[in-house]
């Protein structure tokens, strides 16, 4: 006779999992309703699955547990809850009800040791207990009659799979955890003592205990630590042991009374009316028609997960050749490379997956080490796949063209016929959340396939793709074509259903081709002016130190927080301004900055972390990162990183160079052209103000813009009631400081710190301004209300900038978003023009059949290698271009210069 199964719910690590994955949904009413629909879907699936005999869902309770009593500072790194999701607790508990599930949060014990508790019942009476969870303590309840299942990523733990994943078995992970701690329940372990280490020393003396026996066995500074920890070890056991003799009489009264309850149709129904769940109701009321009394302002779908898999290795000719013939017939296909590096100029083909259906897909392996006989000729394979690879007609949907287009390069193949890019489609919809393929198909889709890590591990002991084996390789590659084939389904009609969405995914998919050819190009460096750079950076850098040790009156690491804090704070009796988490005295950029306005040590130091910071990061680094196969270097433009729509760039990042001192000024100028070849820059004019004027409509600042005048000093005039010609330099600062302050949403607080005034001057510096731009006060109150009704604002071409923590937060996280609110916007408008003078500018570039070519995008700047002959010509259209790409209120200004380097053409 077959067990009886119990089936128990982790609902903590449920809720922060739906809370953190789903978009912003709310309600009519304002109400946030992401949490409660991830829930739900967790929660049906879950016991749809198992279809348990006994079924219950744990929370923690609030208010204090045992362990605080035990341990004062037991979990007191966690942020408190976000406000959005605490308002959501008490619908999700009566949701899950609703559902059938029992659910238990008793005070003074957390989720896991009731957990444990009913577990342990179930065993005594024969009873199997599955437990879902994320939570790695749980691990050490796993034995013949308890498992584990991480919903989120498939995983399954038995005894056996607990040894696997940590190395120990379940019996040894309180011992394990001792020694590791745990960061997330501020838990110590020992210290520098890892998984690794920890595992190896059990696997070695079995127990905790027997290697307390032979501590002084250990060697070195981590033996030191271990003896160091002893002490501690009394404490930690208790914290991380979980009780398994709860008092449970309030909630249970024997395994039946567990039984699942009977779904509370009606009661879903209310629920899913007031949650706008459009799909949920109509599933629960049978009435297909069905309209939620408070639609949601997201569409709540998701699709069925496909019951029907199928995922083949295409290893001999024939299958090869009906795997061509059925991508060539099919309208669209899913298409993904599988290499052995991320780097993007470097990176080697090592297969292909491909997907034109649902739940179907191919992987072709062509370079996995030492399987020649089981995969085919990549030579040949690759001929034969090249012309449908470059065919423009033939439809192709990819997770990050970008990338796998510089790959196919790498093996002479340019890919054409790419129709949509599931990342960028995933960014546009919701450009703040991640855009990883695992990430989007678990929100957009509810499926969970293989991870990276689950197949090539991670850190020193990984193994790049080409060592992976065939089975795992297959599953993992043809799941990225499905998950991309479905998901291009699912977010196509999103994309579609809203005008700014579609505006903006068609912009995206003009700039990425545009990225990848400027990110192969690269740029040129002058690596002897870098040396020299460098050797002048540190001989500066020796006396910065000396100095250092001058007025602390002894030699200190400069670049240890501890030693420099014991100087600044111990031994000089400095003020302290802030403490870290832990309590000790700051000395971070912000504490340093306030402190070396009175003090000389602190500006020294602020001085030379500064020269330090780009010694390491530029003049020593950059030379080390020129690609041999080009001479050149090839940063990566990342599309789908930045809320705003802003480009970020990395590897090296060519938009962090410093361009207020002149240092940070010099090592521009080791960036320079090939020979026939000099460097030209065009750099929008003042361009968030210019869109502040557009957007707010404001009379006097677009008179300003389109008279010509320098906007300061313009404003100087209005604010402080003089003619043009009579404003002060003084006056003209404090104008500028208000023009950029207002856009970053400063206050009176903000602009007194920045020009060293009293609050009220300050005060009455915005009032003034206010008075005589009223449409800019209109624009600031209009935006931050509507930021707060929606939940987001919009660029002036319709891209959508989400703020999740304008609604709900308090106090100063409110502050911030409604900054932000009224920032995103101005910053939103101008990466769209850049975008658009990307496009522009590289299509023209093209038509003209140039060879000149764009090399650098940074923030509102393109920097071109122009050929020598087309310079007149470059010059004379490239502004031309960036001020055509949109009609604005006010005039688009670019401002081009050119020079032999890039710090000449800035």
């Known amino acids: ?6 089936l128990l719910v982790d609902g903590s690590s449920y809720l922060y999992r739906a809370y953190y994955a789903m978009p912003n949904l709310r309600n009519k009413a304002g109400e946030p309703t992401g949490a409660i629909y991830g829930i739900i879907n967790m929660m049906r699936k879950i016991s749809q699955d198992f279809n348990p005999d006994y079924m219950v869902c744990v929370f923690d309770a609030p208010g204090k547990t045992f362990r605080d009593d035990l341990y004062p500072d037991y979990k007191g790194q966690r942020p408190p809850m976000p406000d959005d999701l605490r308002v959501q607790i008490e619908p999700i508990y009566e949701t899950i009800a609703a559902l059938g599930w029992h659910i238990i949060a008793q005070p003074g014990v957390e989720a896991d040791d009731i957990i444990a508790t009913l577990a342990e019942i179930a065993r005594q ?22 498992s584990l299942i991480n919903t989120m990523t498939g995983e399954r733990l038995d005894r056996e799979g607990v040894k696997d994943k940590f190395g120990v078995f379940p019996e040894q992970i309180i011992d394990f955890l001792m020694l590791v701690g745990d960061k997330v329940d501020n838990v110590p372990g020992v210290e520098k003592v890892g998984e690794k280490t920890a595992a190896k020393w059990l696997n070695e003396y079995g127990t905790l205990d027997n290697l307390i026996a032979h501590a002084d066995k250990l060697s070195g500074k981590i033996g030191e630590n271990f003896r160091q920890a002893m002490a501690q ?3 930690t056991r208790q914290l991380i042991t979980i009780k398994k003799d709860c008092d449970m009489h309030e909630f249970y009264q024997g395994l039946e009374s567990l039984q699942p309850k009977e779904v509370d149709n009606t009661k ?19 009435d297909t028609e069905a309209v939620p009394t408070q639609d949601s302002r997201v569409d709540d779908a998701l699709p069925a997960i496909p019951t029907d898999i199928n995922y083949q290795m295409v290893n001999t000719p024939a299958q090869l050749q009906n795997l061509l013939e059925t991508i060539q017939s099919a309208e669209l296909v899913a298409f993904d490379t599988e290499t052995n590096s991320i780097d993007p100029m470097q990176a080697k083909l090592v297969g292909m997956s491909f997907s034109v259906k649902v739940g179907q897909a191919w992987y072709v392996p062509l370079a996995h080490m030492g399987l020649l006989d089981e995969q085919l000729d990549k030579a040949q394979t690759l001929t034969l796949l090249k012309p449908w690879l470059e065919d423009t007609t033939a439809r192709k949907v990819l997770q990050n063209a970008k990338f796998d287009t510089h790959v196919l390069a790498n093996e002479g193949i340019q890919l054409k016929g790419v ?6 489609m995933a960014y546009v919809l919701a450009s703040n959340k991640k855009v990883a393929l695992e990430e989007l198909a678990s929100r957009y889709l509810g499926r969970q396939g293989l991870s990276f890590e689950e197949i090539c591990g991670k850190g020193a002991s990984a193994i790049t793709f080409d060592y992976v084996p065939l089975d795992k390789a297959t599953q993992y590659a043809c799941e990225d074509a499905d998950f991309t084939f479905q998901l291009a389904q699912v977010l196509a009609p999103k994309i579609e259903a809203v005008a700014g969405f579609a505006a903006t995914y068609d912009l995206e998919m003009q700039v990425w081709p545009v990225l990848y050819a400027m990110e192969r190009v690269g740029v040129k460096l002058d690596e002897r002016e870098l040396h020299q750079q460098s050797g002048e950076l540190g001989d500066t850098l020796a006396k910065l130190e000396k100095q250092a040790y001058e007025l602390a009156e002894q030699e200190f690491n400069l670049n240890s927080p501890k030693q420099l804090g014991e100087i600044l704070f111990d031994k000089l009796q400095l003020p302290v301004v802030s403490k870290t988490s832990k309590g000790a005295p700051s000395t971070d950029e912000e504490t340093l900055s306030k402190l070396a306005e009175d003090y000389p040590l602190p500006k020294l130091i602020l001085e030379y972390r500064s020269l330090a910071k780009l010694k390491s990061t530029y003049t020593d680094k950059l030379p080390k990162m020129v690609f041999t196969g080009t001479g050149r270097v090839h940063t990566n433009y990342a599309q789908a990183a930045v809320v705003t729509g802003r480009l970020s760039s990395s590897d090296p990042n060519l938009q962090n160079i410093p361009v207020r001192t002149e240092e940070g000024r010099r090592v521009r100028k080791a960036f320079i052209a090939e020979p026939g070849y000099h460097l030209m820059s065009a750099d929008y004019s003042q361009i ?9 409509g404001d009379e006097n600042l677009q008179k300003a813009f389109a008279e010509g005048k320098d906007i300061h000093r313009a404003t100087a005039a209005e604010v402080f009631g003089v003619e043009l010609e009579a404003v002060s330099s003084e006056q003209r600062r404090a104008a500028k400081a208000i023009n950029f302050g207002l856009i970053y949403g400063m206050g009176a607080f903000g602009l007194a710190a920045n020009l060293g005034i009293s609050r009220d001057a300050a005060q009455n510096y915005i009032a003034r301004y206010f008075t005589r731009y009223p449409g800019v006060a209109s624009y600031m109150e209009t935006t931050r209300a509507k930021a707060n009704d ?31 609110a009224i920032n995103a916007p101005m910053q939103g408008t101008a990466a769209d023009l850049i975008k658009k003078a990307m496009v522009a500018v590289q299509q023209w570039l093209v038509e003209q059949k140039m060879q000149s070519r764009m090399i ?9 290698e122009v050929k020598d002959e087309e310079a007149a010509l470059v010059k004379e259209q490239l502004p031309k271009l960036m001020a055509s790409v949109a009609e604005l209120a006010v005039p688009l200004l670019a401002e081009v210069g050119e020079g032999e380097n890039w710090e000449q053409a800035h």
Do not use: C
Request: glycine share 6%.
């Open 1 to 6: 006779m077959k067990n009886k199964t119990l």
């Open 268 to 286: 879903l129904i209310e629920l899913f009316n007031r949650f706008g769940f459009k799909t949920f109701l109509r599933e629960v009321s049978g």
């Open 419 to 424: 129709k949509h890019d599931t990342m960028l």
């Open 856 to 864: 650098m995008q940074v923030h509102d700047e393109l920097v071109l």
């Open 688 to 696: 968030e103000l210019r869109v502040m004027a557009h957007i707010s």
């Open 233 to 235: 070890f009394d404490l």
């Open 790 to 820: 929606d939940g987001y604002v919009e660029t002036v071409f319709g891209r959508r900038l989400w703020l999740p923590e304008i609604q709900g937060a308090k106090g100063p996280r409110r502050a911030a978003a409604e900054r932000a």
């Open 125 to 146: 009476n024969d009873v199997k207990t599955v437990i879902s969870t994320g939570d790695k303590d749980i691990a050490q309840l796993v034995n013949e009659h308890i």
